[in-house]
C-alpha cells in the first residue's frame, strides 16, 4: 500500500474522502482559507495561481490532491534542503514520497527512479535543472502525472526578489505534459512579478487564489540603530532558548555577530555562502535538530528551512525590499505560535542600499529596485501600525491597528521639532553642504576637535547651539528629515548632506516640523525561561509541555531527523493543555494522524499519564 489515504481511482473524489485523508493523514479538522477552494480546482483538473504567505499551509494544496489523484504529482523546488524536509515530514505520515536531485547517491538515485518507473510515488520533488533536461522529461512524458506543482514560484520572474535562471524554462512543461494541472505556489510577489510569473508559466487562463497576508502572530518591531550589538543581545536575552535566525548583509558581519553571541553564552553559529558545503550542512543540520539556538546568517540561508518552530528572526541591516523582509520574517511562527521580527535600522543602511541598487546596469530594473527600497524605507520610518504598511505593500488593506507591533504597543512619542529642524538645516548650509551626519552633529554640539578647529567652523554661528541634545539625539533627527525629504545625502560623494527645495520655507518659518523621539533603546523585558506557550495555560502543563519537547527531542535523535518532524510545537501545545488520555483523545489532537498515533501513541500518551500522576496529590 502506497499510504494511508484512500485509494486511487479515476472516479471523482468523494468530499468525505478528502476530509478523511486530512484528518487520517496530516492530522488536520479543517482547512485554513483558500485551500479547500484550490484542491477541488486541481482535482477538477483546472490551473491555479496561488499566493498565500509563509505559514498558509501552501504545501497541503498540492500533497492532498496527489493522495487521492490518479498517477504522481510532481513538485518542482528550489533548494535540495527544502526537498528533503518536505519529503521527510511526508514520509513520517505515511505517504510514498521521494526527491530526485544532484544530493542523491548512485544507489539512493537508482531507487528513487525505480520506485518511479513501478508507479509506486504519490509525490516526487524534483529540481528545475533537473525536471527539465531531456533525459528526465523522457521518461514521464507517457507516466500518469496527476499535477505539476511549482513551489516558489517568484523564481520564474526576473522582476522577483530571488530571480533563477533555470526556473524561467519551467514554462516549456505544457508541451511536454499537457493534460496535468500546473499549480504555481508563492509567498511573496508584488503586482508586477504576479503578472511574469503567470506569463511565463502559461497560466493565462487559472484560477487566481489571493490569500491575506496577514499573520497575527508574528509582532514586527523596528528600532533604530544604536551599539547594535548590544541592542541584538538585549534582544536575544528576552527569547530564552528559542529557535532564531539573525540576518545581516556580509559573510564577515554574520561571523562577527556569531562570534558576539557566543560569547555572550547563545548556541550560534555563522552560516554563509563562504563556508564549506560540509559546514554548512553541519549548522543546518545542527539547527533543525535544536542542537543550535540561533544562525546568524546572509539572505542565502532560509529558502529550505522548512522549521515550524522559529520564534524570532531579527533583521540586522535593513533588507533592499519589503518582498526579502517579509518572506524572511515569514520564516519565524509558522506554526501559528508568537513569534517575534526583529529590524534595526540605521542612515548607513540606506546608503549601502541604494549602492547595491544603483550598481544595475538595467535601467527598468534600477527604477523598480528603486521603488522598492523607498517602500521599504518607508515601512521602517513608519510612526503608523506596521502590519498596515506591511499589509498596503501588497495591496491589502487592514480595518483597524494590528495591536501586536511595536507602534501598537508603544506609540512613538512626537515633539515640535521645527525649532532643531531649523538649527540642524542651518548647520548643514553653515558647514557649506560638504559634510555628513557626524560632523554635522558634532558643530552642533560644539565639539572641541583638531578637525573642526582646522576647518574654523568652530567661529560659525550654529556651533554649539544643539548642546542640549545628545549626539545619538541630534543623530535621529537628521535621519528623520533625511527621510522626510529635507535633507539627502550625496552617496557619490562621501554622503555629504545637502539641502533640498522642501528645507526653504522651513527654514523660513512658514512651516512647522513634527518628528518622533528616536527610539534607541528595546522594551526592557525579562528573559524568557520557560516554553513559550499562551499565558492561560496553567504552570503544570508548561512543565508537561518542556517534558513532551524533551520526548520529542528524545525520539529525534534516534530516528536522525529534526524534532518537528513528529510533533510540531503547536501540537505540544494542545497536548499539554488538553492531556488526552487515550488513542482517540490523541488522535483529535492537531497534528496527530492515524501513522503518528501508531508510531507515537504509546509513548506520549505515557508520558502525559505519568506528568498528571506525578502532579495529583497524595490521598
Known amino acids: 500500500m502506497k499510504n494511508s489515504a484512500p485509494s486511487k481511482t479515476s472516479s471523482a473524489v468523494s468530499p468525505n474522502a478528502i476530509g478523511s485523508t486530512l484528518r487520517k493523514v496530516f492530522g488536520l479538522d479543517e482547512f485554513r482559507p483558500l485551500q479547500k477552494d484550490i484542491i477541488d480546482a486541481l482535482m477538477a483538473g483546472r ?34 534542503s527544502l526537498m528533503k524536509d518536505q519529503v521527510d515530514a511526508l514520509k513520517e505520515n505515511g505517504v510514498a514520497a521521494e526527491f530526485y536531485n544532484s544530493a542523491l547517491g548512485a544507489d539512493a538515485a537508482r531507487r528513487v527512479l525505480a520506485k518511479l518507473h513501478a508507479g509506486e510515488l504519490d509525490l516526487l520533488y524534483v529540481a528545475p535543472e533537473r525536471l527539465m533536461s531531456e533525459d528526465f522529461l523522457r521518461r514521464i512524458e507517457h507516466m500518469p502525472v496527476s499535477l505539476i506543482a511549482v513551489d516558489e514560484a517568484h523564481c520564474v520572474s526576473q522582476w522577483g526578489h530571488d530571480f533563477r535562471p533555470e526556473y524561467a524554462a519551467l514554462g516549456g512543461l505544457r508541451d511536454h505534459l499537457p493534460g496535468a494541472p500546473l499549480i504555481a505556489l508563492t509567498a511573496t510577489a508584488d503586482p508586477h512579478t504576479r503578472e511574469d510569473i503567470v506569463r511565463v508559466l502559461g497560466l493565462g487562463k487559472a484560477e487566481r487564489f489571493i490569500s491575506s497576508f496577514d499573520r497575527p502572530n508574528i509582532r514586527y518591531s523596528v528600532l533604530e540603530k544604536h551599539r547594535p550589538r548590544d541592542q541584538l543581545a538585549q534582544f536575544v536575552a528576552t527569547q530564552g532558548h528559542e529557535s532564531g535566525i539573525v540576518y545581516a548583509l556580509s559573510r564577515k558581519r554574520t561571523e562577527e555577530i556569531a562570534e558576539h553571541l557566543v560569547q555572550a553564552g547563545h548556541q550560534a553559529a555563522a552560516y554563509h555562502a563562504g563556508l ?22 546572509t539572505v542565502a540561508f532560509g529558502m529550505g528551512i522548512d522549521k515550524p518552530d522559529i520564534r524570532f528572526v531579527v533583521h540586522y541591516d535593513m533588507p533592499k525590499h519589503i518582498e526579502g523582509y517579509y518572506q524572511e520574517t515569514g520564516r519565524a511562527g509558522r506554526d501559528g505560535v508568537a513569534s517575534e521580527a526583529f529590524l534595526l535600522y540605521g542612515a548607513q543602511d ?35 501600525c506596521r502590519r498596515r504598511v506591511l499589509l498596503g505593500y501588497f495591496g491589502e488593506e487592514l480595518a483597524s491597528d494590528c495591536g501586536n507591533c511595536d507602534i501598537c504597543l508603544n506609540p512613538p512619542q512626537t515633539f515640535d521639532a521645527t525649532v532643531d529642524t531649523q538649527k540642524v538645516l542651518s ?8 559634510f555628513g551626519i557626524k560632523h554635522v552633529v558634532d558643530v552642533l554640539r560644539g565639539a572641541d576637535t583638531d578637525r573642526i578647529r582646522k576647518l574654523g567652523h568652530d567661529s560659525l554661528s550654529t556651533y554649539g547651539i544643539g548642546t542640549e541634545m545628545s549626539d545619538d539625539e541630534w543623530a535621529s533627527i537628521v535621519r528623520q528629515l533625511i527621510h522626510r525629504g529635507l535633507l539627502v545625502q550625496d552617496i557619490a560623494n562621501y554622503s555629504v548632506l545637502r539641502l533640498t527645495p522642501k528645507a ?10 513634527v518628528l518622533a523621539r528616536p527610539r534607541l533603546k528595546t522594551r526592557t523585558a525579562k528573559a524568557k525561561k520557560k516554553a513559550k506557550v499562551p499565558g492561560s495555560v496553567a504552570t503544570a502543563d508548561v512543565e508537561l ?28 501545545i494542545q497536548m499539554s493543555r488538553d492531556k488526552p488520555a487515550n488513542d482517540d483523545q490523541l488522535l483529535a489532537i492537531t497534528g496527530v494522524g492515524q501513522v503518528k498515533l501508531g508510531r507515537y501513541g504509546p509513548v506520549f500518551l505515557e508520558a502525559i499519564s505519568k506528568s498528571g500522576a506525578e502532579t495529583t496529590p497524595s490521598r
Do not use: W
Not at 544603483?358 to 524605507?377: D, G, T, Y
Not at 513532551?548 to 530516528?559: G, T
Open 47 to 80: 490551473d491555479a495561481f496561488v499566493l498565500m504567505p509563509t505559514g498558509g499551509g501552501k504545501s497541503l494544496c498540492y500533497q492532498l490532491p496527489a493522495l487521492l489523484m490518479p498517477g504522481m504529482a510532481i513538485v518542482v523546488s528550489p533548494l535540495i
Open 276 to 297: 564549506t558545503a560540509a559546514v554548512r550542512e553541519d549548522v543546518q543540520e545542527r539547527f533543525l535538530r535544536d542542537d543550535l539556538q540561533i544562525v546568524v546568517a
Open 350 to 384: 540606506v546608503v549601502m542600499a541604494r549602492r547595491l541598487v544603483e550598481s544595475s546596469e538595467n535601467p527598468e530594473q534600477r527604477r523598480i529596485e528603486s521603488h522598492k527600497l523607498q517602500a521599504m524605507i518607508a515601512f521602517a520610518e513608519s510612526l503608523t
Open 427 to 434: 548647520c548643514v548650509y553653515r558647514v557649506g553642504e560638504r
Open 504 to 513: 526653504r520655507p522651513v527654514l523660513r518659518g512658514e512651516e512647522t516640523v
Open 545 to 572: 509541555f518542556e517534558a513532551l519537547r524533551a520526548l520529542r527531542k528524545k525520539l529525534a535523535d534516534e530516528q536522525g531527523v529534526p524534532p518537528y518532524v513528529i510533533f510540531g510545537d503547536a501540537t505540544l
